[in-house]
């Protein structure tokens, strides 16, 4: 089993910025890839990022190219998003993810098998 834990969530004023991170512990071994979702009131969980284990190979969603940025620390096994030039309709709860199965890019929740508890991102306007 892999247990994931975020953490950087917070306010922001619209055009901030805020960095998450999300650590990784049991069997790291098998994880194929990460990503980070996010989930807004009354919405679906979406796809935001994701990024390989080994090569480094990173797909975003078009909501976020250009703004956010997936990163990777093999040596400490913790995934970091940066979020630059925030807008108010980033405002979600944001979850890490890792997949175990060779999926690229895995952009569906069905794609992964272990997900964190959610860090919250608020942007005011």
């Known amino acids: 089993q892999v247990q994931l834990v975020e953490s950087g969530g917070g306010l922001v004023q619209a055009g901030g910025s805020l960095r998450l991170s999300c650590a990784a512990s049991?069997?790291?071994?098998?994880?194929?890839?990460m990503a980070w979702f996010r989930q807004a009131p009354g919405k679906e969980r979406e796809f935001v990022a994701a990024i390989t284990g080994n090569d480094g190979d990173i797909y975003y969603a078009d909501s976020v190219k250009g703004r956010f940025t997936i990163s990777s620390d093999n040596a400490k096994n913790t995934v970091y998003l940066q979020m630059n030039s925030l807008k108010h309709e980033d405002t979600a709860l944001y979850y890490c993810?890792?997949?175990?199965?060779?999926?690229?890019?895995?952009?569906?929740?069905?794609?992964?098998?272990?997900w964190g508890q959610g860090t919250q991102v608020t942007v005011s306007s």
């Open positions: 049991g069997r790291t071994g098998s994880i194929k890839a």
């Open positions: 993810a890792a997949a175990f199965r060779s999926v690229w890019p895995p952009r569906a929740v069905s794609d992964f098998g272990s």
